[in-house]
T-cell receptor, first 115, second 118 residues
Framework: AQTVTQSQPEMSVQEAETVTLSCTYD???????LFWYKQPPSRQMILVIR??????QNATENRFSVNFQKAAKSFSLKISDSQLGDAAMYFC????????????FGKGTRLHILP | GAVVSQHPSWVICKSGTSVKIECRSL??????MFWYRQFPKQSLMLMAT?????????EQGVEKDKFLINHASLTLSTLTVTSAHPEDSSFYIC??????????????FGPGTRLTVL
């Protein structure tokens, strides 16, 4: 069975600095999708970034980028120029290629932004 | 695009009553909708997966007679908590995946519904 592990329950970063959130996963599949979702205090889940495993290029979305290491099964999220609005719970997630595959979430990392 | 709404955003009910939560995809048709439950400071727990026009698939340990799911159209799914009890108090979140297009793998989430059972 697939698993997703986020080893950092909480992290803090100074405003305008860069922070990296870790995520590892386990799967025997060769093709799959990986996601980072953000859940701010409003509790609305927001898609931050999406990575297709068959693409070697790391996905980027403005200040958010990932370091996807397929062999190591690692999928870290880097947030550059951290802003107060980035404070949230961040969930790493895995999904297989089949239509009925479920998303498997990690336990989350709570990110604090220090002014 | 890919907006999902939920109604109500919060609800308080008495023990023993039933509560219905609606999940709508506003600007797209959803192949599949998912229902999650989230306890404070925890991750999302998948309760069930529903496809339009067919019975929902429940996760192990989720009582299908207690949590009734109806997916009547490609834009609407409902979760009914029957005979609610205080232990059913939680935050319920739905999500939907696109029917067709390049992003059928991505789930788009509703804003959630906070249920409090007195």
């Amino acid at each position: 069975a697939q698993t997703v592990t986020q080893s950092q329950p909480e992290m803090s970063v100074q405003e305008a600095e860069t922070v990296t959130l870790s995520c590892t996963y386990d799967t025997s599949e060769s093709d799959y999708y990986l996601f980072w979702y953000k859940q701010p205090p409003s509790r609305q889940m927001i898609l931050v970034i999406r990575q297709e495993a068959y693409k070697q290029q790391n996905a980027t979305e403005n200040r958010f980028s990932v370091n996807f290491q397929k062999a190591a099964k690692s999928f870290s999220l880097k947030i550059s120029d951290s802003q107060l609005g980035d404070a949230a719970m961040y969930f790493c997630a895995y999904r297989g290629m089949n239509r009925d595959d479920k998303i498997i979430f990690g336990k989350g990392t709570r990110l604090h932004i220090l002014p | 695009g890919a907006v999902v709404s939920q109604h109500p955003s919060w609800v308080i009910c008495k023990s023993g009553t039933s509560v219905k939560i609606e999940c709508r995809s506003l600007d797209f048709q959803a192949t599949t909708m998912f229902w999650y439950r989230q306890f404070p400071k925890q991750s999302l727990m998948l309760m069930a997966t529903s496809n339009e026009g067919s019975k929902a698939t429940y996760e192990q340990g989720v009582e299908k007679d207690k949590f009734l799911i109806n997916h009547a159209s490609l834009t609407l799914s409902t979760l009914t908590v029957t005979s609610a009890h205080p232990e059913d108090s939680s935050f319920y979140i739905c999500s939907a995946t696109l029917a067709g297009g390049p992003r059928t793998d991505t789930q788009y989430f509703g804003p959630g519904t906070r249920l409090t059972v007195l």
